[in-house]
């Protein structure tokens, strides 16, 4: 079995081949099992990684978003099968692109609706589009169109980019591929329309409050920004240097700053707390938030064959908002069966395992986010502790 040094060295070796610094904090049934930090939060300044260190979530942010998805279902608020267009008007109807025998092609209305279900396992039929970058992908290139306004504009709500985005034609019908993207951004729009508020309020009600989690958020407060760990790039040399600052300026308060729904950032005892309550059946620290069937649903696979093809990870399938493990061997995991979590464009990675109890929680900042090579490495070590 893996010790605690082992992991000590495991993250010291991430360090000494250039990483500028991580943190990981591994838990069983309210249990730490291993907490480290490691490297510097800043090169220049030589600031250590602490415990306070916070870091971009980027994509982990769907975990929080998907979570309180489920715990609005849970409380009746919608049905899965619902169409997202009786929370988001403009969304009733869709259309989408299909291609012609002779190569040209056409825009349909689509057969079907898109559901509460497609948006939760990404199975709307949209990518993301955040740049005008040329593009060959016929889709993006429509997205471009309905956003071009916005960005004219510079800064938008999030009802504004779902308006937008509502006239911009279905890469494919929905529900019948999976389709990492806009799915993210409908889920965001229909919390928002269900409370009746801005969904990081929404968030911050049904989640960070009642979790402890007073270092995650989407906006600075206090001094969030100074604890906030650099972002670093690799360049052409393979030397570190400063990522783009544009990152960060979501962070910033002020309607002038807004681009829809901006990622959140957290540290690993923040975020830990949310990975245990869904390990232990939707219960942390005595507060319990979910039933453990609904944290089951949260994570079953829901991709058939055909759409298994689509996902590109080996040995998972997708549940909502979550990649869930379906087979040990393909994927050359040490985990159990059904275990999940899913992974930030920077670098974090988070696993949550009902059947041992145990939550896994990493982070580092840094384009490209290494995932291939670190997560993995993490991921088998943390589970030799057992």
Not at 63 to 70: D, E, G, H, Q, S
Not at 174 to 187: D, I, K, Q, R, T
Not at 283 to 294: I, P, Q
Not at 339 to 347: D, M, N, Q, R
Request: charged share 20%; with cysteine; hydrophobic share 35%.
């Amino acid at each position: 079995m893996a010790t605690v040094k082992d992991i000590d060295r495991l993250l010291e070796s991430f360090v000494e081949k250039g990483l500028p610094g991580c943190s990981l904090k591994v838990m069983q049934r309210g249990t730490t099992l291993y907490e480290g930090y490691f490297g510097v939060a800043d090169r220049d300044t030589k600031a250590p990684v602490t415990k306070d260190s916070l870091f971009r979530l980027a994509s982990m942010s769907k975990i929080p978003l998907y979570t309180a998805m489920m715990m609005l279902y849970e409380r009746g608020k919608f049905l899965l099968s619902d169409p997202i267009g009786n929370y988001l008007p403009e969304w009733k109807t869709s259309k989408k692109y299909v291609r012609q025998p002779n190569g040209y092609v056409k825009i349909l209305p689509t057969e079907n609706v898109i559901t509460i279900r497609d948006t939760l396992s990404m199975k709307c039929g949209l990518p993301y589009c955040n740049s005008a970058a040329p593009t060959e992908d016929i889709t993006l290139r429509g997205m471009q169109d309905c956003m071009k306004p916005l960005w004219e504009k510079g800064h938008y709500t999030l009802q504004e980019q779902l308006s937008a985005i509502s006239q911009a034609p279905l890469a494919c019908e929905p529900g019948s591929h999976w389709m990492y993207g806009f799915s993210s951004e409908l889920a965001a729009g229909i919390i928002e329309k269900v409370c009746d508020k801005p969904v990081n309020d929404a968030l911050k009600e049904l989640l960070f409050d009642p979790l402890g989690m007073k270092n995650t958020a989407a906006l600075f407060f206090g001094d969030a920004k100074e604890r906030m760990v650099s972002l670093y790039a690799l360049n052409e040399k393979g030397e570190y240097v400063p990522g783009p600052a544009f990152f960060d300026k979501k962070h910033l308060p002020g309607v002038e700053n807004e681009a829809g729904w901006a990622r959140l950032f957290s540290n690993v005892e923040d975020y830990s707390h949310l990975m245990q309550m869904l390990a232990c059946g939707g219960e942390y620290d005595g507060v319990r938030l979910m039933s453990a069937g609904t944290v089951d649903l949260m994570r079953a696979n829901g991709l058939d064959e055909i759409q298994l093809k689509d996902f590109p990870e080996a040995g998972y399938g997708y549940g909502y908002g979550v990649r869930t493990l379906i087979d040990r061997a393909a994927g050359n995991l040490n985990g159990s069966f059904g275990s999940f979590g899913w992974t930030g464009g920077f670098g974090t990675w988070c696993e949550a395992d009902p059947e041992e109890g145990l939550s896994i929680v990493y982070m580092h900042n840094l384009i490209p986010n290494g995932e291939l090579y670190y997560h993995p490495r993490v991921r088998t070590i943390s589970y030799g502790l057992l």
